[in-house]
């Protein structure tokens, strides 16, 4: 079974621009009193930069609804030069902010090549004055050696603490989109995941199955036996479940005894087909010699329904005309 997770990248696009955008804006009102106090020689101009800082912010969150994650990188790139041309036009105080530079890496890719490839580009302008300014090389390289591991140790921090909250965030949504019992999918993840998966087959013009599972005469099952019995045999149906289903679908235990899968690009021809082959799979379980039975219904989108409470309805619907075909 494969799940394939939620995605925000809308979300998640529009708060890295948009946190780019208050450093940008924090980072130059900070330098105005600074530049004033330290009275750089170029002073004429160097209050331009703060004021391009400040641009570059109201750009960076003009665009967060429509630029690319991957802009990003570039995005970096402007900043770093921004507090190299600050450090050459202004003081070398002002190379406290490629620290910025190394957490706003870390927290944004998830590549740790991407991050080092940010933290390489800002090392080389921590280093650049070096070469632009020879008379005080010395006084830049005691610079160097304090700030790049400052920034080396800043990136690797907040690198493993976002990945290591990012492992638990995955946990925990495991946990909350999985049975306890049988391990497969519970309804919090069908309710969830459907409708973009009818967004996504609305968009391909391709056809959605919805298949039901409801277990024959399980109630006597746990009257004749106990519930912790009847618990082994949910666990071993929705491993047959798992075992005869195909890679792209989602298993799905609804809670009691009942049961649905839902099939990705899969016609009513299809579903038919899967759904028999569910049956066959559950009727190999035995209960004290004797194979357990299991109804069927299923529900295509669109030509049945086109929503997830009216395909369950639909295949609910299927499922009990065949355990009733006289609708008694």
Known sequence: MQIEPATGEYELQQRYWRLAAVLFVGGGLAAFPADALHRPAHEPTIYLLPLLAIVSGALCWAIADRAPRRWLHVMMVIATVEIALTCWLADDIFAIYYVFIAIYAAYVFQDRRAIAAQIA?????ILAPIAYDPDDAREH????FTLIPTVMIAAGVVAYLRERL?????????LAERDPLTGVGNYRLLSERFPAEIQRHELRRHPLA??????DDFKRINDEHGH?????????VAGALMGSVRSSDIVVRHGGDEFSVVCPETGEASAGELA????QAIAKLTVEGRPLGATTGHAVYPQDAESLNTLLAHADEVLRASKDPRGR
């Open 228 to 236: 912790q019995y009847g618990d082994r045999v949910l666990q071993e």
């Open 166 to 174: 990012e492992a638990s965030e995955a946990r925990f949504r495991q």
């Open 210 to 215: 919805l298949i039901v599972i409801d277990m």
């Open 141 to 144: 390289v005691i610079l160097a």
């Open 276 to 279: 028999e082959r569910l049956q």
């Open 121 to 125: 580009v800002a090392c080389l302008s």
